[in-house]
């Protein structure tokens, strides 16, 4: 994955790969920036990681994994970074049904995990965590194949706050 320089002419400026790179993890599905860092995730049934760099040195500061990671879970399909904040989605976790998807939030500076999400109505095959995002004070985890109102596949999404965690 590349970065480019932003004054017009777009050029590269460094490739980033994570130093642990593994054939089939696909890294570079999920990516986002803020102003200091970049988030990387993976996508695949091996793949457990999302990794952070800084942006200006392309240095890999840390690889990101759920305290609770499995194979076949889709930690790092999608991510987003945001100030001292980052957050994986794992659509594919497994606690509150088959496929019922997780979140998980974690420090940017230390590399360590802070929450792990769920929906407070989790259910099977809701793939909650495939897209997620976050600002100064919110983390809004999107789940598409939420049934919500007795309709299949209706989809929701639910927002947390930063710090607390709570829904």
């Known amino acids: 994955l590349g970065t480019f320089n932003g004054d017009y002419d777009f050029s590269k400026v460094r490739k980033l790969s994570p130093s642990d790179q593994v054939a089939g993890n696909y890294f570079g599905y999920g990516v986002d920036t803020d102003v200091k860092h970049a988030i990387i995730g993976t996508w695949g049934d091996q793949a457990r990681y999302a990794y952070i760099f800084d942006v200006t040195t392309g240095t890999q500061l ?19 970074i945001h100030g001292n904040y980052a957050v994986v989605g794992a659509h594919r976790d497994n606690e509150g049904g088959a496929h019922a998807g997780a979140a998980y939030v974690f420090n940017v500076t230390t590399g360590q995990q802070v929450h792990r999400l769920k929906a407070s ?9 495939m897209s997620v995002d ?4 919110h983390v809004i985890v999107g789940s598409y194949l939420n049934d919500i109102n007795g309709e299949i596949d209706e989809g929701c999404a639910y927002i947390y706050d930063l710090v607390t965690g709570n829904q």
């Open 121 to 129: 109505d989790a259910g099977s095959s809701d793939n909650y965590g």
């Open 62 to 80: 840390h690889r990101l994994t759920a305290n609770d990671a499995f194979d076949g879970q889709y930690f790092g399909h999608d991510v987003a």
């Open 134 to 137: 976050l600002d100064d004070t």
